[in-house]
């Protein structure tokens, strides 16, 4: 059995945190963060909790990736392998918000020491992997976003539908087959995180680690080959 891509299980990863995290940290978003400007004004508005970390999301975000861009620098004048290393870094922030969440968890207030920590926690694991995304798989489509990928889809749809031929032809399918993979894998992340948190509570994160260890063991598998 082929196993999936990179993107792909990067692509499922953010759906299922984004989801999971939202549910269990009182609106927060761990890996869309400026999402966050949305369910910050809404705590206010409404008066309800998780709004400071909320308000912490996008600075930390930012400030850990400088400073995975910074590690990037080091690991090359090192001659270390920078991808493995960050997947790896990713593998345990991940495997620590994850024993946050079930030890600590459920969390009733929001704005609490506990859920602020853990929700930061998975924020900059996905800091992370969106500075991975950036700067070594700048190739593929996006892997937390998907406004865009699927503007691109439909204007590629439209294109083909129109009529194309030749080599663009052939650079939309290629297009089309790796975002429609990266869309459905967000989608079926998203629904996985619901219906686990649903059914598991705080206990559905002890599958973040897995997935995280998967696309750490996918590149030392191609980094040896």
């Avoid at 409404?46 to 990037?72: S, Y």
């Avoid at 129109?162 to 290629?174: F, M, N, P, R, S």
């Amino acid at each position: 059995m082929k196993r999936p891509s990179i993107p792909v299980l990067l692509s499922f990863n953010a759906g299922y945190v984004d989801t999971a995290g939202f549910l269990a940290l009182h609106g927060l978003f761990t890996a869309h963060v400026t999402g966050n400007f949305v369910t910050l004004g809404a705590s206010l508005v409404l008066g309800t909790t998780g709004a400071i970390a909320k308000l912490l999301a996008l600075p930390v975000f930012c400030l850990v990736v400088m400073l995975v861009r910074l590690l990037r620098y080091a690991l090359i004048r090192r001659g270390r392998h920078v991808l493995r290393t960050m997947f790896l870094l990713k593998f345990m922030l991940m495997t620590l918000g994850a024993l946050l969440a079930v030890t600590l968890g459920p969390f009733a207030d929001g704005d609490s020491l506990s859920a602020i920590v853990t929700g930061l926690t998975f924020v900059c694991a996905m800091a992370i992997q969106n500075a991975v995304q950036r700067v070594h798989l700048a190739a593929f489509p996006p892997t937390t976003l998907m406004t865009g990928t699927a503007t691109q889809v439909m204007l590629d749809i439209a294109d083909k539908w129109h009529g194309v031929t030749g080599e663009q032809k052939a650079a939309i399918d290629l297009r089309l087959s790796r975002m429609i993979r990266n869309v459905g894998a967000f989608a079926l992340g998203c629904a996985c995180g619901a219906l686990f948190f649903k059914c598991f509570s705080v206990q559905c994160f002890l599958l973040l680690p897995v997935i995280a260890l998967l696309a750490y063991r996918h590149d030392e598998a191609n980094a040896t080959t």
